[in-house]
């Protein structure tokens, strides 16, 4: 049954107009696209139109439901043209002024009951209806490229929005069989607030020589189970849509230490290295598919000698297990190693420097492996030496840790492994999002694994993994670093302490 909406007027007739006019002519609605330029409507039309003979021709859809949907598909000349409209929707440039100007010619044309929607994705729908009359009908209606296929939509309640409204937008929403996600009126919304930690916090981990683009990406597909490594996802965005997005973000926080860009995308972008649609970005790319550098070989070793294990090191009883597992010749059990073994830490966001310096062990020995996501569940293990690690047990720890033919990436020492810091940065930022009542923890989850397609929503990955071991990760690397980027939220801090799930709302 439709909402108590009846005609649809869609003001813009890009990607994303176009794709919004599409899934509500499906949905049964009769839509009105305007363009500035007519011949955008024109082109906008017969895209949406070719893309059902398409689904017609495949047999997914009848002659009749496509002659109906084109029927429901109409241009409008004017913008006068949607003055009967009860919904309009506006999808044009992410500029301030021209929104603004927009709503307030719809304003004088629709009725007073008419609902105004924006599909803003980083301005403020406060900002947006500052000058209506009525701002209490203006809300955002923010969806995702392309539409037909992106299933979640953001539904966003200005300061001044009547909640009638947004009910409304989201029973809409659900006719066309996507889902809607409620979140206050700030900077990012959900997706692109709580994608930060993701790309943000890998940027800084090759910025800083910790390991090269591809290593990182390999290490967060293959450990995590992300889709697409944060440089790759970059490519595919577009460096010239994600650098102004991450600068966006940090600017409207008042610089917030958790979204700080880094130089090196600032780079790329003014050498005009934007990703796949310019061939190059991060990779380069070959008919649209990224060249990436092959892994480093595993390295031959004659002998592995005696395996020593930190009596401090994460999943230490796992760990013993493992190296019995890959046949590791003679692991020792006494309080210190002995003068010739390779010594084996295993810390939650600490450095292998510093932790070899605490446990008095010899560095040029020390070599880290990172134990945060069970060994079981990964199909990658990453090991990380300090500056003093000599080359042989370098060798040895990555020869050993190769044997059952898991890859293994080795990474330079820094606080935390590139799982750790990514991981505790994503789970860090989402839990904030809680603490400052931007959405419901249940409406973050779907936002985020349907908007960027993580594995596991962030909160479930702090449960997954441990709100404990993300809170110690997180504490450790403050310590490391001296960076407020890496300040727990008061919602994670409160939940690590007692063992509360992430997920679980506040009385």
């Known amino acids: 049954m439709k909402t108590s909406f009846n005609t649809v007027g869609v003001v813009g007739a890009g990607a994303m107009g176009r794709g919004i006019a599409q899934v509500l002519a499906q949905a049964g609605y009769r839509v009105l696209l305007f363009d500035a330029q007519p011949q955008a409507v024109a082109s906008a039309q017969q895209n949406v139109t070719d893309r059902w003979d398409q689904l017609s021709q495949k047999g997914r ?30 999808a044009i440039v992410e500029r301030l002024d021209a929104k603004q100007s927009v709503f307030a010619q ?8 008419a609902v105004l ?13 500052a000058g209506l009359r009525h701002p209490r009908r203006l809300a955002g209606l923010h969806f995702f490229n392309p539409v037909p296929l992106m299933k979640v939509v953001e539904v966003i309640a200005g300061q001044r929005t009547d909640p009638a409204v947004c009910q409304r937008l989201s029973d809409l929403v659900r006719e066309f069989g996507h889902t809607p996600v409620q979140a206050q009126d700030t900077p990012g919304f959900i997706v692109n607030h709580a994608g930060r930690g993701y790309t943000t916090e890998a940027l800084r981990i090759v910025s800083e020589g910790v390991a090269d683009f591809a290593t990182i990406d390999r ?74 550098p092959p ?71 020390t070599v880290g492996i990172d134990m945060l996501v069970e060994d079981v569940a990964t199909r990658r293990r ?18 050993l840790f190769a044997r059952d033919g898991k890859p293994v990436s080795v990474i330079r020492d820094s606080g935390g492994f590139v799982t750790q810091r990514v991981i505790a940065s994503i789970v860090n930022i989402a839990s904030d999002m809680c603490q400052q009542r931007i959405c419901a923890p249940a409406d973050l989850e779907k936002a985020v694994t349907l908007g960027l397609g993580y594995p596991l ?5 702090g449960n997954r993994w441990g709100p404990a071991n993300i809170l110690e990760v ?33 009385n």
């Open 382 to 399: 990453v090991l990380a030496v300090n500056p003093a690690t000599r080359a042989d047990m370098r060798d040895a720890a990555h020869a």
């Open 61 to 90: 859809l009848d002659a009749e439901t496509v002659q109906a949907f084109k029927a429901r598909l109409v241009p409008a000349h004017r913008l006068d043209d949607l003055a009967g409209c009860d919904l309009v929707i506006e």
């Open 219 to 292: 290490i967060l597909c293959d450990q995590v189970g992300f889709k697409l490594g944060p440089f790759e996802l970059l490519d595919l965005t577009g460096l010239d849509v994600s650098h102004p997005a991450m600068e966006t973000i940090y600017h409207q926080f008042y610089e917030e230490p958790r979204f700080r860009p880094t130089a090196m995308l600032a780079q790329r972008v003014a050498a005009g290295l934007f990703g796949r649609k310019t061939g190059e970005g991060f990779y380069r790319y070959q008919d649209g598919q990224p060249q990436r």
């Open 457 to 461: 929503g962030p909160l479930a990955m």
């Open 474 to 506: 997180l504490l450790n690397l403050q310590t490391v670093y001296g960076d407020p980027r890496y300040r727990p939220s008061p919602w994670l801090r409160r939940r690590g302490a007692i063992g509360l799930s992430l997920l679980q709302e506040e």
């Open 106 to 113: 719809l304003e004088a044309l629709v009725t007073p009951s």
């Open 295 to 365: 892994e480093p070989p595993t390295p031959q070793v004659a002998e592995i000698p005696p395996i020593w294990v930190s009596t401090r090191a994460a999943r230490r009883p796992e760990l013993y297990q493992l190296l019995k597992d890959l046949g590791a010749p003679r692991v020792e059990t006494g309080q210190s190693p002995s003068p010739n073994a390779l010594t084996l830490v295993a810390p939650l966001g600490f450095d292998v420097t510093t932790v070899a310096v605490v446990e008095r062990l010899d560095p040029a020995r």
């Open 117 to 129: 929607a924006t599909n803003t994705s980083s301005l403020s729908i406060a900002a947006i209806g």
